[in-house]
């Protein structure tokens, strides 16, 4: 079983702590883990965000104490130690970057050639508003939401369209804190599972949005948009989202019967 989105962003670029990841996978029945970092992690791609950090303070006061503190350089040697020795799962790595169509050449430039294994795309942010950071939930106030959708999913379809990515993270983010549209999805979804087929890319069943608000984020994808990944041959991956160790395959199994629309009810 692989958990193919787990975040090392929480402790230092050591063997020991890779190590603590690896045990947890193991002991849960993983046989292959995918690490990662966000990319606002690193120097590289500041750039990315300077136009989310002047759209509001608190996005700006939130990067300025999060992003930017390493060098992809630093990142890639521990990649190198890792693949270095013997581990009891399968290990790889990637970066989750965040999407901007303006920042394509910028991406492509800074991580081509680079020996990652994956580059997953995520859209956080509709237009330049960081709409999933959870202090942001009431920044919504204002936001119209029919609106929100079709720029999230036309962002969504853009990402898949680029050439840049192997995946789509968590593709229906936007329903974190429990709005809905007022209108069917059902072509918005199938338009999205068509790029991600055409663009022979994976999505992501990810439970990591349902275990920060679990009372208006269902597991996993809405079972609209499942059905279409489904219909256009998506290839389906179970992610943790894991951002500490103990999380590393957290409702994987539930996740796993949801992948081919047989969940128990």
């Not at 993270?169 to 918005?188: M, V």
Request: a neutral charge; glycine letters at 8%; one cysteine or more.
């Amino acid at each position: 079983m692989l958990d193919c989105h787990i975040h090392i962003e929480r402790g230092s670029y050591t063997l020991g702590w890779i190590n603590e990841f690896v045990q947890v996978a193991a002991q849960r029945g993983l046989d292959e883990i995918w690490l990662l970092e966000h990319c606002y992690r690193f120097r590289e791609f500041v750039p990315m965000y300077d136009k989310p950090r002047a759209y509001g303070a608190f996005f700006n006061e939130w990067f300025r104490n999060k992003a930017g503190f390493l060098a992809l350089a630093d990142y890639l040697k521990l990649v190198d130690m890792v693949r270095g020795r013997t581990w009891p799962v399968q290990i790889k790595f990637g970066l989750e970057v965040c999407y901007f169509q303006e920042h394509e050449a910028l991406v492509r430039r800074k991580t081509q050639g680079k020996g990652l294994d994956f580059l997953v795309g995520s859209v956080h942010f509709i237009g330049d508003f960081a709409f999933d950071h959870k202090q942001q939930a009431e920044r919504w106030d204002g936001i119209n939401v029919d609106e929100a959708y079709r720029t999230y999913f036309e962002t969504s379809i853009q990402l898949a369209e680029s050439g840049l990515f192997n995946g789509i993270a968590h593709p229906d983010l936007i329903k974190l804190f429990g709005h809905r549209p007022s209108f069917a999805l059902d072509k918005t979804y199938d338009k999205l599972a068509a790029a991600l087929a055409k663009n022979n890319m994976y999505t992501e069943q990810n439970g990591g949005a349902h275990r920060r608000c679990p009372a208006t984020c269902e597991p996993g994808m809405d079972k609209g948009l499942l059905a279409a990944m489904l219909r256009h041959n998506v290839k389906i991956q179970t992610a943790s989202d894991a951002h500490c160790p103990e999380d590393v395959g957290l409702l994987l199994n539930e996740r796993e019967e949801t992948r081919y629309g047989t969940a128990k009810k």
